[in-house]
């Protein structure tokens, strides 16, 4: 196994279960009448840093935000692109660590 692959590898874990940790921390507070609440555009940019399956993940762990459209369509596009982005970066850094070897 490369090392590129083990850095994204261990990137993508950290920051999916950061994205995780945020859904059921956003939950308890939604349970606490005038707490202050995780926004919504924080969780979506947490998906965005490729946390997408870890917003996915706590959205139906916690059943927290899971009757909102714009997650429901919004996280499993999120997915694709996170996916698709990682890849291509997992082909551009191994490209460049075979050009250097």
């Known amino acids: 196994m490369s090392k590129s692959f ?16 945020m859904m ?12 202050e609440r995780i926004s919504e555009g924080m969780l979506f940019f947490l998906a965005t840093i490729f946390g997408s399956v870890g917003v996915y993940v706590g ?11 714009y997650f429901l369509i919004g996280i499993p596009l999120l997915i694709l692109q996170n996916c698709a ?14 050009m250097f070897n």
Request: charged share 20%; no cysteine.
């Open 59 to 69: 959205m139906f762990a916690f059943r927290h935000k899971s009757r909102k459209w």
């Open 85 to 98: 982005f990682l890849y291509l970066l997992f082909l551009f850094v191994s490209e460049r660590m075979l």
């Open 24 to 35: 059921f921390l956003d939950k308890v507070k939604s349970r606490k009448p005038g707490a």
């Open 6 to 21: 083990l850095f994204l590898a261990v990137f993508f874990l950290v920051v999916n279960l950061l994205a995780f940790l």
